[in-house]
């Protein structure tokens, strides 16, 4: 379909004397259609959105937000609609975003994961558990060890009373459920997921 510009360009090349066949070679329109639109006229202007989020939606949407600073855009369109909003849901989500800004926001850390080949390492920590142990009526010192290892995600909790040398050496045990020991260690990250888990 032509467009105003091209219409203009069109009927310019007309008034300067070329033919029809030369007009649709200059300009990549097939004669039939250079034909048409000069018999026709220019084509009709396109039309203008009916503006459909006013000052006075832009206000209800603003005085919601401010209620209920979590409000899905979905939630909001469908109050809107339920008093008489007639636009449509993509509308009503720009108008929120102008408003809020995004819902969810970048991360505070950014998280990296180790990629290791198999073997080579494993990730453990102890984790003091003896409060947790405490609500179960467990009155003992309880501290958990926790081994993955790094490539293949194995994971193994054992469960003792110490850390000291003797129970950490036990713990070279873990290792005997795995195909094979990790080459490496790095402490400081298993355990607290278990702790994110309970």
């Known amino acids: 379909m032509m467009n105003q510009e091209n219409y203009v360009n069109v009927n310019d090349l007309h008034k300067q004397g070329w033919t029809i066949g030369e ?21 009709a202007a396109r039309s203008t959105e009916a503006l459909v989020m006013t000052d006075q939606w832009r206000s209800r949407i603003t005085s919601m937000l401010e209620a ?7 939630s909001v369109h469908n109050k809107l609609r339920a008093e008489g909003f007639d636009g449509s849901y993509p509308t009503v989500v720009r108008a929120v975003r102008d408003i809020r800004g995004p819902r969810f926001t970048a991360a505070k850390a950014v998280s ?9 390492e494993a990730q453990f920590d102890f984790c003091d558990v003896s409060g947790w142990a405490g609500r179960f009526g467990w009155n003992v010192n309880l501290v958990v060890f926790g081994m993955i ?6 994971r193994v909790w054992w469960f003792t009373t110490s850390e000291d040398r003797h129970h950490t050496c036990n713990t070279s045990k873990v290792c005997d459920g795995s195909s094979a020991s990790p080459a490496a260690t790095r402490r400081g990250l298993a355990a607290h997921e278990l702790l994110a888990r309970m």
């Open 68 to 74: 209920y600073p979590r409000l899905l855009a979905v």
């Open 149 to 154: 290892l790094s490539w293949s995600r194995w």
């Open 23 to 43: 007009i649709a070679e200059e300009t990549g329109w097939h004669r039939t259609t250079v034909s048409k639109y000069l018999k026709a006229g220019p084509p």
């Open 112 to 120: 990296v994961p180790i990629y290791t080949a198999p073997g080579d």
